[in-house]
């Protein structure tokens, strides 16, 4: 007569539980004003934005790179961006004048 024993109750595989993480401060950025930002429209090469009294602006859209990372959230990354001189408007790139330099072949 044999009596076996077996070990009963190996230590379940129980994860331990996780303090929860704290979350990322949000950046606390005191913009003052919103940043405007429009779609150039073909062969836009300067402002057309009206200030208060509807005076054209006419300022020089320049291509800009070292935008701010909220701006970036806003256009994405390597987002193509102009910025007037003048007003600091903001203008994306009219999306049809976009170099179609990718072709989908299968
Ligand atoms: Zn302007």
New binding site residues.
């Given amino acids: 007569m044999a009596e076996e024993t077996v070990p009963q109750g190996a230590s379940p595989a129980a994860p331990p539980p996780k303090p929860p993480a704290a979350p990322p401060a949000p950046a606390a950025d005191a913009a003052p004003v919103e940043q405007k930002i429009k779609v150039r429209k073909p062969k836009q090469r300067s402002?057309d934005?009206k200030d208060a009294k509807g005076k054209l602006?006419?300022?020089h859209l320049k291509r800009w790179y070292d935008y701010p990372k909220d701006v970036q959230a806003k256009i994405g990354n390597d987002a193509e961006i102009y910025r007037?001189?003048?007003?600091?408007?903001l203008y994306k790139p009219d999306p049809k004048q976009l170099p179609h330099s990718y072709t989908l072949r299968y």
């Fill in positions: 402002c934005e602006c006419g300022g007037c001189e003048f007003c600091k408007t």
